[in-house]
């Protein structure tokens, strides 16, 4: 009943942990991107749990550094991640992950940051997260949260036994839950589009198993000067999707209610490689960059209302996207 009530809680608060009474063929991780203040780092954290078909069980935390273009997986004991029930809050032995800061404890990055000014996704009454109604959908192979979309870093790391400050810096924060990843997805995002403040992008279009058939799923949301354009699956949104493999590119034209947003993303730099859930365990492998560049532009009628770059953008392209997204 305590299970029950605690994964009931956190239907309606998407950044809690959802994993209680869960033993086997589940896993849960959140994403923490940082960029310093002088753009010269750039990392993500995922702290997660992971439990394959047969009740194994570990936690982790893996990291990527986005400019050196590499990656470790820290493997932790799955007695050690230690989550809160009434908040976003998971202790995993000596580090910390939360809405509001992160303590991390590994060889090669260690420090606490504290996070000014989180922007979670909005919420509404039968639309708790980006998901909107899917949140409620029991049979989903994968759930989707955004903690944070933008936000300030104050505080220091030690990275590489280097002291860095990452105050002044921006960060972003969003999760996923289920039993795998889909089987082919696109995922992009940054949060230093030129020419505006507090501006960001986060956009993914997955492969969404759906009663023994299945549909091309997609979520983006465009923040500009504090208002956020959504185009999603469940707000009757339109999408088309181009893949231009030789320039590694990915171009996405989203349309809702007269608005018209265009997304061209293009692969810079190398890639680091993460662990992806398959069935619960950590078994699949998706190459991400962090040095990236988004070209975006909105349009509402004839009127441009937004147009330009982002930079140090997150991507991924993974599975057989042109045979099931394109």
Known sequence: MQHLAARWKALWNPDRYHGWGKSRNYFEGWYFKIVSPCERHAFALIPGISMDEQGQQHAFIQRLDGKACTSAYHEFASSGFKPQEDRFEVRLGNNLFATDQLEIALPELSGQLIFKDTTPWPSALGAPGIMGWYSFVPFMECYHGIVSLHHKLEGQLSVYGEPVDFTGGIGYIEKDWGKSFPSSWIWMQTNHLAQTEGA???????????????????????????????????????????????????????????????????????????????????????????????????????????????????????????????
């Open 200 to 326: 960001c992008l986060m956009a993914s279009v997955a492969r969404i198993p759906w009663l023994g058939s299945h549909f091309p799923g997609f979520l983006a949301g465009l923040r500009l000067e504090g208002r956020l354009w959504a185009f999603t699956t469940y707000n009757n949104a339109r999408l088309k999707v181009h893949l231009d493999e030789p320039s590694r590119t990915v171009q996405l034209v989203l349309k809702h209610r007269g608005a018209v947003l265009e997304i061209n993303a293009q692969q810079r730099g190398g890639t680091g490689t993460l662990a992806a859930p398959i069935s619960g365990a950590m078994a699949g492998k998706v190459n991400e960059s962090l040095q990236s560049v988004i070209h975006v532009r909105l349009q509402e009628g004839q009127t441009t209302l937004y147009e330009g770059e982002g930079r140090h953008a997150g991507l991924e392209v993974a599975g057989p996207v042109a045979k099931e997204l394109v």
